[in-house]
Structure formats: structure tokens, C-alpha cells
């Protein structure tokens, strides 16, 4: 054999059948179909709609319970890894025009999008390494501790009115127990690797995903206090009307409520700047620092399903869930484009801040977010009781303020587009000619 | 034994206490050579209890590369590639170093246009080696932005070295007796382009990082080294001048007509903790970026034609004698003792890292840390480990 | 019949759980048993209709009090599989007390009088609230005082150690 030969491979059966296929239509196939790529994506999206709308009017009567169950979990599934997957390549792309660079721009022909898919396909084939001295059962485990609770999450969360696998009357609480397994997963990583680097992260992230827990519930029962039900649809239901009837600008309480709990849910995903446990220069990767291949990306996927299903949570009860600000009809979409928006600033977040100390983090925890969010609780059943037509004058007050805490809302709104636009015109001005000219595809 | 005092705020006493009724775990840890925060091959050993680090005792000598040894065996002129793999992020300013030792020793004149070239160019490396330690300080600390801004300006200053000396690192551009070629043409335009786009983003990395709040709370009151301490330990450049001592050899012992310049030396003031702690340590760097750009602008004023090289004989041969000749370089003073007997390589050439001698600081200041506090130490003594082990 | 089964599934993993902690001889893997037994409690309370119930069932005891026993266990562990092996006066000491308890257990099932109800999932968290501030306050006050003296025992374990006030004194001596 010469100093490099492929060694030639043998397919059979019905990878044979398949690699012939596609080598004789894939040639001509997958040019054609990315030459009309966002043709195909477009009808895609159709046909999806369509279909989904066919079978929820005409199909979903006749079949049997169960068919429909398996198709939406099916179908949840799908939306996980699909969440998952567009997260990982937005997040190299956010991160990359905020450090002034591209982020993957070759595999796919646009922007680099097949570049999660290529990364798969790379994980899939590694090897499958276990550290001798570790504890098998429990290593092999635990991904998938920290997976399938992240998965049983969307189980509850509706996307819009009937757009829910099973609705509960305590689906707000189930999400929040399906995130509070999570944390066993991440211990059990960091344990079963039997280092100490791993096992220290492993404890720190313990500590910090289930202090943080308190002040996210917190948060949200001041919301459910207003609406009276832990069902997810009926608080996302609460909120029909346009801008000014989202819970959010309700009470001042509530305003600061949402944003103590999305804190409080950076902290509870690990995302900077609470990514201590897994991403301290000295921990190496933390609590997964043993895991490569497969595993690991379950742990990831894990990562990106919770920040969805956090932010999904908040779009529903403090940002109108699945309605329109402006007072269209619902849909699902709107409900999908606030929960991408705020994963968008979550990702926004991790590139500009820096890391805090794990004392620091607990010490935040409990000495000002927790009374903080205990006095917004307070604060907002106070709001309640006065809130009634026994107090005609506070009445009046509490049916005025969310106007004015709408506007308010909207004045941020308003910066948050004037301060992205004033960036993309004089993007040639702040980063600099030289550093414009120098850059390649920009 | 002298005792040294030293007072430590009463927080980080209680910050770093540890519970008395439960027993945690006395770990020994290895942040081995190969390790994310480490800059360079160094290896820490960390005694640590629960959090809280007793002792920490660092091992070298994984970057040695014989470089004292190898100056006896070649020549003079030889010898400048070998400086400039000693810190390798600021090479021009290592080879001024060992070019003004030889100099000193020989006796050479160098004309004016070399020495203002010379200057120009080693503050620019004094700007990209502190550029490369505000932003690996900032990755260190978890603020991922910050380095690949500054990695973005070192760019420019790579593109300028790289028209003047053909290398984007290693330059061996100032040699005996003046630089070695002259720059091209439009050069200095180039180089005062960078320097108007440059001053405005030393803002911009003050705004991002060194003001943010939670970057000051990871370094302000963390590893304290009070100035008797520093200045016992033989810590120099940003790390003595954070402690609050104003000294830098530019303006103390000037050499290559720093003298003619107007700068300030930027010292530690405690603004956010107490003096000489990490905070200061680093924004000392960062206030002498601002003081550089300074320094290259009257030097480009300065800058006159003429001759870039004194004449100096290409084999080149010292009298006897030895001679120890130190520098400001960005991350202290670096130092060359040569003694020569005469011939064409020196008798002994030592060379006294910066480096070196600031990470004697580590083992002192490591008791009573917290383990993340570890990286926060290293990133802010800003060490090079090709200065170290040499 | 396909709440029988869902029964049989729940209920026998609660078995299966429980008799792989007593069984198996590493504390760590006893606290990971553990854990699936309370989420298969949990999914029987979710079959009772008891859906409140059983998400705190799983919020609390796993997401709070597992993890706590897991950190406890994780901490003072000495080495990574502890095992525990009780001796023999021990173990015949526990068969006799077990019996004794299985006994009065089987035989109050057995004399029981079941009657069979209907599932009536109703608005359970609200319910649950007006009979903890109704009829059953005293309890919940007294669970509350409960906690205290819980969080107050912790702090005490956990007081940090009396701070070496004043400056310290750094020797100056070779330290490598």
C-alpha cells in the first residue's frame, strides 16, 4: 500500500440502493434544489401549514386518541432538535458579528446554515471515550437526565390556543418541576466523571441552578396572582387586546417581575454570565469536560431546549404569548417570533458580559434577588386586593398604568430599534474604515 | 525573617471564611501545563480547601530553550532572532533591548532617524502586547467580546510590522547599530491612520470591559500586593506601577531619546479597591496604550530623513568587559547582563526575564484566594512563559 | 384497562425502585433510585387526578430535597462507590421490625374498606389553597414554624469561622 490509500468501501443492501440513488440523482438534485433554495424552504413552509391545517380540521376527529398524541410528540420532538439546531448556528452568528467577525459562512451556501447539521454529522462519528475509573451506568445516564426533562417541557407549553399536547391546569408549575430535574442530570455528569474538575463544577452548578429556582417562581406567581390560574393558556389568554393588556405593563410590580425572572432564568441555563460551572478558564468545560461525541451534544441540546422553553415561558405570561401587539388575529408565529427574540438577547447578553464568581452568584441569589422578588410578590398581591372595586380611586389608577407603563414599553422598544438602525448606518464609522475594508464579505 | 505587614480589607477575609462545622474536602489540583487560563506552559499546583486555595506553587521550565547557553555559541548579530522568541508579544522591544546592551558595550552611536524608528516601533508593540493582555484578561475573566476586539486593532499593528520587517511576531527588525531596513514609503501614514482610528476605542474597551460592573467585581480587592511587597519581590513594569510606585525606566533612566518625549507614567490608585490590587494591575495597561499613542505621535513628528544604520562592522566584536543594560519592556524590566572577553559571541549573557521575576508574586498571593480568583491573579501579573523559561 | 396498565407501570417501577435501593450497595446509585421512585409516585398522583399534588411531588422532593441528599452524599463521601453492609445482629434486628411492619401493613390493606371512586380532576391548586387558609391553617403555621427552625439550623452548621480580624503577616521566605 502506498504512504495514503483510501481504503476503498463496501456498501450493500439498501445503502448500496440509497448511495447509488443519490449519487445519480444527487448530482443533478441537490444543485437544482439549492439553486432554488428558498423556493423549496418557502413551499416547505406551505405545504406544513397547510397540511397541519387539513389534519387538525378534517383528520383529528376521526383518528384515535393515541395516533394524535404519538404525531404532536413526534412532531415536538422535531421542534426541539430543530430549536436546538438553529440556536447553535444563530449563536455562532450572533457572536460573531458582535466580535465584528462572520461566524460560518461555507458550509451550505448561505451564511454557513448546514453548519449545526455538518456539526452532527461529526459528533455522531466520534468515539466513544468513557474514563476507565469512572461510574459507567450513571455516566451513560446522564445526558439523557438532562435531555428528556428539557424535551417533557414543551409538553406543556402551548404555542397557541389549541396548539398544546395536554392542557393542565398546573402547566406553568410542570415546566417549572421538568426544568428543576435538570439539575440531577448536571450533578450526576459531573460525579460519574470521577474528576475532580468535573465534580466541581458539578457542585457549583447545583448550587446555582436551584437557588436561582426560587426567584424565577417567585417571579411568575406575582404574574399568576393577577391572573388567577397556573393554566398556560388561560394566562396567555389573560393577555388578548394588543400592547397595553400584556401583563407586563399591568402593574409595576410585574414590569420589574419580568425582569427579575429572566435573570433569574439566565442563571437557571446556565448562560453568561452564570456559565461559571461550564465555562471557567480553569474548569476547562465543567461539569461535561469527560463527555465528547454524542453525549455531549445531548447535553447541548439540552442547553439550547431550556432557553427556549424559559423564554417561552416568559413570552407567555408576560408578553402576551401568542398574540398580536397590535391587534391582529393570534397565532402561533407571533408566539415564536417574542420567544426567538428573547433568546436573541440572551445570546446578546453572554457575548458582552463577563463571568461572575460563583460566591457572587449565590450571594446575588439571596441577598438581592430573593428579597427583591419576595417584595414584588407582596408588592403585587397588595396591588390586587387594592385593585377592586372597593377602592374606586386606586381602581382607576390600576386601569390607567398600564397605559403608561406601555408607553413606557414602547420608548424601550423604540431605543432598542433606534440603537440597532444607528449601528447599521454608521457601521462603517464605529468599527472603524479600516477595519470595514479589511474585513472579507462584509 | 522580615515580617511584612500587610492590611487586607475586612470582605475578603469573609468572603473566603470557611464553615467550621462541616468538613470540606483538602484538595491538591493540578492546572497543568496544558490549561485554557495559564498563559503559556505553566503549571500551578493549588493546595486547596473546599474553594478557598492555601497554597499555590507554580513549576516551569516547560518553555526552556537553552537561549543563554546558544548566545555563546553564536554571534552578536545571530543572536537577535533568539530575543525575540523570549516574549514573543513584544519582540521589538526585546531586540531594543539586547541592540542597546551591545551598544552600550561597543560604544556605538546610533544617527537620530534609527532611534526615532526604534521608538515608533516599540511602542507599537508595546500597544499590541498590551492589547493581547487586556483582551486575554478579559476572555479569562469570561468576556469573550473584548479579545477579539483587541485582537482586531493588533491586526493593524501586525500590517504595519509586516511592511516594515517582513513578520507578523518575531521581527528581528532593530538590530546593532539601528534597525534593519528602512520603512516603506507612506508608512507613516499608515501609522498615523491606525493611531486617530486607535484612541477612540481605547474608550470603547473602557466602556465594555474595564468599567463594567461585574468585570470590577471579579478583579477590585482580589489579589492585593501592597508596594513594599512589590517592590521586595522584584516586580516591575504595570504589575509594580499598579501597586501605586511611580517608576518606569523611560522616564527614570531614559534611553533611546525618551527623554525628549512628554508622557506620563500611569500608577494604580485604587479607584475601585484598594491600591495595587487586579483592577489596577490591568488598568495601568490600559491607561499606557493611551500614553504610548502619545509617545508615536511626537516620535512621527520627530521622525527626520537620514541614515537608518550606524557603521558597524558586519562581524561585530566587543572589547572586553560586561555590561548590564535594562529596558522598559510592556510586561517589566528586562535586563541583559553581557560579558564579553573580546571575540565575536559573549562570554555569558544573562538575561533577566520580567516575567520571571513578577510570577514570584504568585505563591504569595494565592493563600486566601478563592479558586477563581487564580485566574484572575495570572491574567493580571500577565505573564509570558517564553520570558520565564527562556 | 389503559389506566391499569399506566397503574401497573407506575407502581411496579415504585417496586422495582425501592427494592433496587435496599439492594444495591453504592449510596450514590441508592440516591439515583430513589429519584425514580418519587417520579413514579409522582405519575401515580398524576393518575389519581391529583395533578397539583404530583408536580410538587416532583418540584419539591426531586428538584429540592433528592438533589440536596445527592450534594450531601457527593460531599462527604470519601471514596467514589461507598458501600454500606450492615452487620448481622443489625440486620436481624431490621428483618424483625420489617416484618413486623409488613404484617400490620397487608393486614389493614386487607381490612380496609375500599370503595372505588371516580376520578374527578378538579381545580386543585385553588382548592388546595382555600383548605390550607380554612380548615387546615393551624398545620400550615405550624409547618411554617417547621422550616424555620430548619433554615435556622442550617445557618448555625454553616456559620462561617470567627474572621482573623487585624492585619496579617506574610513571612518573607523563600516559598518554593
Redesign the interface.
Known sequence: MLTFERPPVEYKGLSRTIVRLATKWGGIGIPLLLRFAWGVFLAAVVVLIAFVWLVQHFINPLLPWFVRDFVVVVGLLAFVCIVAIIGIWGERKVSGRIQSRLGPMRTGAWHGWAQSLADGLKFVQKEDLIPAAADKPLFRLAPYLALVPAFCAYLAIPFGVGWVFREADVSLLFVLAMLAIEVLGVIMAGWASNSKWSLYGAMREGCQLVSYEIPMGLSLLAAVLSVGSLNLTELGEAQAGGWFAWLLFQNPFLFAAFFTYYIASLASCKRAPFDLPEGESELVAGFHTEYSGFRFVMFFFAEYAGMFAVSALATIIFLGGWGSPIGGPSSPLWFLAKSTFLVWVQMWVRWTLPRIRIDQVMHACIKYLLPFTLLLFIGSSFWQLYASPAHPLFASLARLLPYGLGTLGLLLLGLYFFGAGYGYYYRNRLVGQMARRHLPGA | MKEIEVHYPPEVLQEGEVPSDIRTEELVLNMGPQHPSTHGVLRVILQTDGELVLKATPYLGYLHRCAEKIAEKVTYRQFTPYTDRLDYLAAMNNNLGFALTVEKLGGIEIPPRADYLRVILAELNRIASHLMATGSYGLDMGAFTPLIYCFREREWIMDLFEAASGARLTYSYITIGGVREDVPEGWTQKCREFLDYFEPKITEYNNLLSFNHIFIQRTANVGICPPELALAYGLTGPCLRGSGVPWDLRKAMPYSRYGEFQFDIPVGRGTYGTVGDCWDRYFVRVEEMVQSVRIIRQALDKLADGPIQAKVPRVVKLPAGEVYYEVENPRGQLGFHLVSDGGTSPYRLKIRGPSFCNLSILPVLAPNCLLADIAALLGSIDIVMGEVDR | MLETMIFVLFAGLAVVAGIAILLST?I??MA?WL?TML?AVAGLYFLMGA??LG??Q??VY???V??LL??GV???SRQ??PTLRPGRAEALWLAAVAAVLLVGLVLSILHAHWQPGTIV?A???AEIGHSLLGEFLGPFELVSVLLLVAMLGAAY?????A???G???????T??
Open positions: 453504592s450514590v446509585r439515583y429519584i417520579v395533578y397539583f408536580v410538587m416532583i418540584l426531586v428538584g429540592g433528592a438533589v445527592v450534594f457527593m460531599l462527604t467514589l462507590a380532576p381545580n386543585s391548586a452548621l454553616a456559620r462561617p469561622k474572621p482573623t480580624a492585619p496579617q503577616h506574610i513571612k518573607e521566605t516559598v518554593l
